[in-house]
């Protein structure tokens, strides 16, 4: 089993991961919000909520916000926001024990796409999603993203005999359109709609000195020995020349749809 598919692993990740990660996710989260009208009466439900780039942006709008995931420690990092309108819970996004038809607004901002079962989570955000609801999905297009992409890129440069990570199925399911929409309605949606959002990484050079603070969740940096991992510093530092951040286009596919 894909250590991304335990709780464990991310318990002890989610502190780097709010400091590295969720400053960047949050805008792909601004982005989906964007696409969706709540209002303070609006009931929301984020799925597999990480930190919370979602959920507390939502909260911030007014609206009433459940955050879920099977992180205790992600959902921990939710709750100290401290935000009186967000409620969080412990719970397996392929097992939801909440109401059907029960929120206005279900979002998952690159969460479902990392369960074992996907089509099962798509289905159960259906399901709890209120008839004439909207589903929000985020998943990043097949080569991922931020430093997990970059990394892809450059060891196929520098070591292309080797194999890479393998993204979850749910990535390479979902990464074009006509396969995400079809995907959706299985899940009991209607009229997706998707559109490409692309946001610069900005991959700090200086941050190079310790590279485990950027790549460390990474099994393209954790599988490589000594010497390869200078070698994919040393060529990062190339790409970035006399910049000191060196900019990594990511691009994710947001979809809503109808219940």
Same mark, same amino acid.
């Given at each position: ?24 996710? %949050? @805008?792909?989260?601004? $982005? ?12 929301? &439900? ?15 709008? =007014? ?6 995931? +099977? /992180?205790?420690?992600? *959902?921990?990092?939710?709750? $100290?926001? !401290? ?12 097992? &939801?024990?909440?109401?059907? =038809?029960?929120?206005?607004?279900? +979002? /998952? ?9 996907? @089509? ?9 999603? @209120?008839?004439? =609801?909207?589903?929000?999905? %985020? ?8 430093? +997990?992409? &970059?990394? !892809? ?21 979902? /990464?074009?359109?006509?396969? +995400? %929409? ?20 900005? &991959? ?13 969740? /990474? ?8 010497? !390869?991992?200078?070698?994919? *510093? ?6 970035? !020349? ?5 900019? *990594? ?5 947001? %979809?809503?749809? @109808?219940?």
């Amino acid at each position: 089993m894909p250590e991304y598919e335990e709780p464990a692993h991310w318990d002890k990740a989610a502190e780097h991961y709010e400091k590295t990660a969720h400053p960047f996710t %949050a @805008r792909y989260a601004e $982005a989906a919000l964007a696409r969706v009208a709540l209002t303070p009466a609006s009931q929301v &439900l984020d799925v597999a909520a990480g930190t919370g780039a979602l959920a507390i942006a939502a909260a911030r709008t =007014g609206a009433q916000v459940l955050a879920t995931d +099977f /992180s205790p420690a992600m *959902v921990a990092r939710i709750a $100290a926001a !401290g935000l009186p309108n967000i409620e969080t819970r412990v719970m397996d996004g392929q097992a &939801l024990a909440l109401a059907a =038809g029960s929120f206005d607004a279900v +979002f /998952s901002i690159f969460g479902v796409i990392m369960f074992p079962d996907w @089509r099962r989570g798509l289905a159960k955000m259906a399901r709890v999603t @209120r008839p004439g =609801g909207q589903g929000v999905v %985020a998943t990043w297009r097949e080569g991922g993203a931020a430093t +997990f992409l &970059l990394l !892809g890129q450059v060891r196929r440069k520098l070591f292309p005999e080797r194999a890479g990570m393998t993204m979850p199925a749910a990535v390479q399911a979902l /990464s074009e359109p006509e396969d +995400f %929409a079809r995907e959706l309605i299985a899940a009991g949606y209607r009229d997706p709609q998707i559109e490409p959002v692309t946001f610069d990484f900005a &991959l700090d050079i200086a941050a190079l000195d310790k590279p485990d603070t950027l790549f460390g969740m /990474s099994p393209d940096w954790t599988s490589l020995d000594d010497a !390869g991992k200078a070698a994919v *510093v040393a060529e990062v530092r190339r790409m970035a !020349g006399d910049r000191p951040a060196l900019p *990594v286009p990511s691009t994710a596919l947001i %979809a809503v749809a @109808r219940r």
